[in-house]
């Protein structure tokens, strides 16, 4: 379900979540325009490793991820004279269903590296000098708490996959009252013990 924000004196809604369909583009672009097997070593020598395949291999099934990535989002977008594809069939149409994980997750790693570039200036944009967090600031360092906090318990008590996202909950909860991660943490402590 999408939020939709009505804009003052009419327009088109605007939906948060669609964001992401406006800066994909951007940074597809930027991953394009830093495609080249020199500048990103780390990630061709993972595939090539994982695979135990050489380098050029490895470049090959990347350049292959590429490709098939942005056929995937062209098929997203559809056009008029196209019949909805299901997400199964952009990914199967596009070949990035077929493309093997370590193609996948390098060229995914590409992306990731630009977006982490992309978010520290959003982040800055967004964030007054020596004023209050974004909201979005703000998540991202209780999300970061509430972890730590969980994996400590859960490291300590032995905890199901459910029990841990539980307990994660529980945490943002707790920073949504405005109960301080100082309190949460003695607290979590004391109770666990897990003095440090």
């Keep these: ?52 395949v050489p380098v050029d291999a490895a470049w090959e099934l990347l350049v292959d991820a590429s490709q098939a990535y942005s056929k995937y989002v062209n098929l997203c977008a559809g056009d008029s004279t196209s019949v909805q594809r299901s997400i199964k069939d952009c990914m199967e149409e596009s070949g990035w269903a077929a493309i093997p994980s370590e193609g996948q997750i390098g060229y995914l790693a590409m992306l990731g590296q630009v977006l982490t570039g992309q978010l520290y200036n959003a982040v800055r944009d967004v964030t007054p000098m020596a004023g209050p967090h974004s909201e979005l600031v703000q998540y991202y360092l209780d999300t970061a708490q509430s972890s730590d906090v969980s994996r400590r318990v859960t490291n300590r008590l032995k905890l199901s996959d459910d029990l841990k996202t539980d307990l994660r909950h529980i945490l943002i909860r707790l920073r949504d009252e405005d109960v301080s991660w100082d309190v949460i943490n003695r607290v979590v402590t004391q109770q666990v013990n897990l003095e440090e």
Excluded: C, T
Aim: hydrophobic fraction near 40%; avoid cysteine.
């Design 1 to 52: 379900m999408s939020l939709n924000i009505r804009p003052s004196g009419g327009g088109a809604p605007y939906s948060p979540q669609r964001d992401l369909a406006y800066l994909l583009p951007a940074m597809l672009k930027r991953v394009s325009h830093l495609f080249d097997k020199d500048f990103w070593p780390e990630i061709v020598h993972y595939v090539a490793r994982v695979r135990s």
